[in-house]
């Protein structure tokens, strides 16, 4: 290894850190800046790692969970991944709809049981 060598790399490697944070912090405020625009509510916790409905760890690393909210009141409800999101969104977002499908579950199952 030549003189300078192994300090060079060291330099770039905490270039990097450094950017890597930037874009990060740079992510974050443009997150905010769109839940702002699109008029959401501010979330009432940090958003944690897993998704608040099914538990999972985020299978993107850089996909942020999503804010998810009452349409009719606006206020927050939690954080979720993009499957219990759009699952929820799809049933109507009610206690309803959730209801029906697990009836229609239930009666596919009963039908395993007596077969």
């Not at 950017?19 to 839940?35: F, H, M, N, V, Y």
Request: aromatic letters at 4%; glycine letters at 10%; one cysteine or more.
């Amino acid at each position: 290894m030549r003189f300078g060598e192994g300090e060079a790399r060291e330099i770039s490697v905490a270039g990097a850190r450094r950017r890597s944070a930037s874009t990060l912090g740079k992510r974050q405020r443009t997150l905010e800046a769109s839940r702002r625009a699109a008029g959401l509510p501010e979330p009432g916790r940090p958003e944690p790692n897993n998704c608040e409905c099914c538990g999972r760890l985020s299978s993107r690393p850089r996909r942020a969970l999503a804010l998810d909210h009452c349409h009719v009141t606006g206020k927050f409800r939690g954080w979720l991944c993009t499957a219990c999101n759009l699952a929820l969104g799809k049933l109507g977002d009610s206690i309803e709809g959730l209801e029906r499908a697990l009836a229609y579950l239930r009666r596919f199952e009963q039908t395993l049981e007596n077969a």
